[in-house]
């Protein structure tokens, strides 16, 4: 987080821009709690949309905005570590996905005999040993993370409770004035960003 903290506010994302990827982010991910009776393709094409867009808006925040994104994650209402591994949990999804991953492989009914309710499936440790010692602890890490806050839970609410957070985060931002480095950004018309087709995401971030 240090290049995070100290390039905070140069070629900043425009908060006119955030504002449409949350409102996209959002209703990807609202659109899944109405999801118990669709089949599994037309679910997993929803879980990768959801997916993209909250790694998005998560990055986007952390790499051009980690104070307000700091001040969002001590807020009271936040369960910090929580939220922290859950977001890094669909790291590792969207890691995977890049990788050509089937969203399918991903998503489970959920245990209890419930028919429309829909979990994280878990899953075995990754192949890992083509990756830099490095990149293997990352992608670890996040694994780990996976398994922790997702495998097993249910899938709507992991996505309530992340775009919930990002959401408040990115008010953090709409609340501040332009950083130094981009004057003008907040009346700037960008076209909103269109998330790829769910068998074209785009290769493996570090965020």
Avoid at 74 to 99: D, I, M, W
Avoid at 102 to 114: L, M, Q
Avoid at 140 to 145: E, K, Q, V
Wanted: hydrophobic content about 45%; aromatic content about 8%.
């Amino acid at each position: 987080m240090a290049w995070n903290r100290e390039h905070a506010g140069v070629a900043a994302a425009p908060a006119v821009a955030i504002d449409w990827s949350v409102t996209a982010m959002t209703e990807a991910a609202g659109r899944l709690a109405a999801a118990g009776a669709w089949d599994l393709p037309r679910l997993a094409a929803a879980v990768g949309e959801a997916v993209w867009w909250v790694t998005l808006v998560d990055a986007t925040l952390v790499r051009y905005h980690p104070r307000d994104y700091g001040r969002a994650l001590a807020s009271k209402a936040v369960r910090r570590r929580k939220t922290e591994e859950t977001l890094e949990g669909l790291r590792y999804v969207r890691n995977q996905l890049g990788r050509s991953v089937d969203p399918a492989e991903f998503v489970c009914p959920a245990a209890g005999g419930d028919s429309t309710a829909w979990a994280w499936r878990p899953l075995p440790e990754p192949g890992l040993g083509g990756l830099t010692p490095r990149a293997r602890q990352w992608e670890l890490s996040r694994y780990r993370a996976y398994q922790a806050r997702l495998a097993g839970r249910d899938i709507a609410r992991t996505f309530a409770r992340c775009t919930g957070f990002l959401a408040q985060a990115a008010d953090q931002v709409g609340g501040a004035p332009p950083g130094p480095g981009t004057p003008g950004l907040r009346g700037s018309r960008l076209p909103a960003p269109v998330p790829p087709a769910s068998s074209r995401l785009p290769a493996p971030w570090h965020a």
